[in-house]
């Protein structure tokens, strides 16, 4: 089976820095996908891990541990326009292309 | 420009009809998407198509049918089977349908929320 887990909510501060975790049980792991979705809009992509370690993305990283079934996203000097769901997305397992959700975590930066 | 589009975006129907969402998509990618999303809920898969002409029940088929006739277009409908219709579709697409480690991130339209009066 597969099983996603990410906390529900979240706030922090603007300028700060805030860490998303997500921890993972699937049958098979052929990659972990990040996005980010405005209420009412389309998800759209952050960032992308297959092997261990930390991708930088400008603001955004994200980080892999697969031994440990673990990622996070670290969101550094948060803006307002930050204030969003952040998904969490397996792929593997069951065939395809496809892939396993988190509930996702609702980030809400406030001054 | 290329891109995936969903029409309409607002769409209300009356219980026990049956109603097609539209998923276009112009990136010439092989694979297609539906997933569903409730308030507070992440993305569950409904079906997905590798290639045209084929399909594979997702997590949450029941309910539901589609075809693929043509790559670009990857209609849903929601019959007066499902139980619940009442959400958030978002159909999505990637380059390819095969499992790999290569990034291919999937590509989303701007979704099409559904009302059942």
């Known amino acids: 089976g597969q099983n996603i887990d990410q906390p529900t909510e979240m706030t922090a501060t603007e300028g700060a820095i805030v860490q998303i975790n997500c921890t993972y049980q699937t049958s098979g792991f052929n990659g972990l996908f990040w996005y980010q979705q405005h209420a009412g809009e389309a998800p759209t992509f952050l960032s992308y891990n297959v092997l261990d370690g930390l991708e930088e993305k400008g603001r955004f990283s994200s980080f892999l541990s697969r031994s440990k079934g673990y990622s996070y996203l670290l969101l550094k000097e948060l803006q307002m326009k930050d204030s969003a769901s952040y998904l969490c997305?397996?792929?593997?397992?069951?065939?395809?292309?496809?892939?396993?959700f988190g509930t996702g975590t609702q980030l809400k930066v406030e001054l | 420009d290329g891109g995936i589009t969903q029409s309409p975006k607002y769409l209300f129907r009356k219980e026990g009809q049956n109603v097609t969402l539209s998923c276009e998509q112009n990136l010439n990618h092989d694979a297609m998407y539906w997933y569903r999303q409730d308030p507070g809920q992440g993305l569950r898969l409904i079906y997905y198509?590798?290639?045209?002409?084929?399909?594979q029940k997702g997590d949450i088929a029941e309910g539901y049918s589609v075809s693929r006739e043509k790559k670009e277009s990857f209609p849903l409908t929601v019959t007066s089977a499902q139980k619940n219709p009442t959400a958030f579709y978002l159909c999505?697409?990637?380059?390819?349908?095969?499992?790999?480690?290569?990034?291919?991130?999937?590509?989303f339209g701007p979704g099409t929320r559904l009302t059942v009066l």
């Open positions: 198509s590798q290639i045209v002409n084929d399909f």
């Open positions: 999505a697409s990637s380059i390819s349908g095969e499992l790999s480690e290569v990034f291919d991130e999937q590509f």
């Open positions: 997305a397996v792929r593997g397992g069951g065939g395809g292309n496809k892939l396993t």
